[in-house]
C-alpha cells in the first residue's frame, strides 16, 4: 500500500506557473509509473500526465506546457505547470502504479491539491 500526499496548489493568474509535488511513502518501489490527473468541478477526474522510468507523456491539452519529472531518492513526483489557463483549474491528484491508466483504474487516492487560474 502506498500513501500518497500531493502538495503546491493555488491561485495563480493565466499565464503563470505552478509545481505540484506527490510525496509518497509505503510501497514506494511503485513510484517507478507515476500519473498526475485532475478533477474539474462537475468534470470526471482525467489523466493530464504520466510517467514510466523515463517515459513521459502528456494529454493533449497540457503538451508543451506542463512537464512531469520525480525524484526517486526522496520518493517525489513533480508536476511543473507553465502557461496556466483557466480551463486548468481543478484538484490535482497522483497515483502510481499503472502507466497512463484511466482515473477509475485505481482504487484509492490522497487529498489533492487546487489549482486555480484566473482569467
Known amino acids: 500500500q502506498v500513501h500518497l500526499v500531493e502538495s503546491g496548489g493555488g491561485l495563480v493568474q493565466a499565464g503563470g506557473s505552478l509545481r505540484l509535488s506527490c510525496a509518497a511513502s509505503g510501497s514506494t518501489f511503485r513510484m517507478n509509473v507515476i500519473g498526475w490527473y485532475r478533477q474539474a468541478p462537475g468534470q470526471q477526474r482525467e489523466l493530464v500526465a504520466a510517467?514510466?522510468?523515463?517515459?513521459?507523456m502528456y494529454v493533449d491539452s497540457v503538451k508543451g506546457r506542463f512537464t512531469i519529472s520525480r525524484d526517486s531518492a526522496k520518493n517525489t513526483a513533480y508536476l511543473q505547470m507553465n502557461s496556466l489557463k483557466p480551463e486548468d483549474t481543478a484538484v490535482y491528484y497522483c497515483?502510481?502504479?499503472?502507466?497512463?491508466?484511466?482515473?477509475?483504474?485505481?482504487?484509492?487516492w490522497g487529498q489533492g491539491t487546487q489549482v486555480t487560474v484566473s482569467s
Open positions: 510517467i514510466s522510468g523515463s517515459m513521459p
Open positions: 497515483n502510481v502504479g499503472c502507466y497512463g491508466c484511466p482515473a477509475n483504474s485505481f482504487r484509492s
